[in-house]
């Protein structure tokens, strides 16, 4: 079964820090996708990035970048000049490719405190 | 923008009785699906729901648990006999379909089981 860690619980910096969240991933498929959401204090889940197992290009919007790297089966996120808004607990998660629907696993998230 | 709506944002309800949270997916989507998460906890796969009929489901999605689209629009999740374990937060998201698609999620039903 696929499977999503987190290594890190909790971080904090300071504004203005930069800050990567660690995601490593394990599944059998070739065919899978990875996704980053952000669930800030009022309790939503936010998208934020999908990735194919295709394309490992990085991708950079904004203040965030994300490193996707088969080789060790990570798919990590930065943001850069971090600011206040930016805490919340951040989820990396996996989908397999199904026929009908997607089953999501989603790691155990990252809490990012980020402090004036 | 369109997006997954749900209600109500809170439901506080005594052990055994029977609740029903309601979403209203995104209009176009043709999956939809639920997920919990427990305070604190990560959040969990329940059910997938695709061409009205249940697509996929986990070990946590036993007997007390069914999903409808009883109309177009909406799309709920009914527990029988809730338990004070049933206690979570309750998302629906909905995707496009096909293996390209991407969840978006509704800002949650918190659920209280006193």
């Known amino acids: 079964a696929q499977k999503v860690t987190q290594a890190q619980t909790e971080i904090s910096v300071v504004e203005k820090e930069d800050v990567t969240l660690d995601c490593v991933y394990e599944?059998?498929?070739?065919?899978?996708?990875l996704f980053w959401y952000k669930q800030p204090p009022s309790g939503e889940l936010v998208f934020l990035i999908r990735?194919?197992?295709?394309?490992?290009q990085n991708e950079i919007s904004g203040r965030y970048s994300w490193n996707f790297q088969k080789s060790t089966s990570s798919f990590n996120f930065t943001i850069t000049a971090s600011q206040v808004v930016d805490s919340a607990v951040y989820f990396c998660?996996?989908?397999?490719?199904?026929?009908?629907?997607?089953?999501?696993?989603f790691g155990p998230g990252t809490r990012l405190s980020v402090l004036p | 923008e369109p997006e997954v709506t749900q209600t109500p944002s809170h439901q506080v309800t005594q052990m055994g009785q029977e609740v029903i949270l309601r979403c209203v997916p995104i209009?176009?989507?043709?999956?939809f699906y639920w997920y919990r998460q427990i305070l604190g906890q990560k959040v969990e796969f329940l059910v997938s729901?695709?061409?009205?009929?249940?697509?996929?489901k986990s070990e946590i999605f036993d007997d007390q648990f069914s999903v409808e689209r009883p109309d177009g629009s909406n799309f709920t999740l009914k527990i029988r006999s809730t338990k004070l374990e049933d206690s979570a937060m309750y998302f629906c998201?909905?995707?496009?379909?096909?293996?390209?698609?991407?969840?978006?999620f509704g800002p949650g039903t918190r659920l209280t089981v006193l």
């Open positions: 998201a909905s995707s496009d379909g096909g293996i390209k698609d991407t969840q978006y």
């Open positions: 599944t059998r498929d070739t065919t899978y996708y």
């Open positions: 990735r194919n197992s295709f394309d490992e």
């Open positions: 998660a996996l989908s397999e490719d199904r026929n009908y629907g997607q089953n999501f696993v």
């Open positions: 209009s176009n989507h043709l999956y």
């Open positions: 729901f695709y061409n009205n009929e249940i697509s996929e």
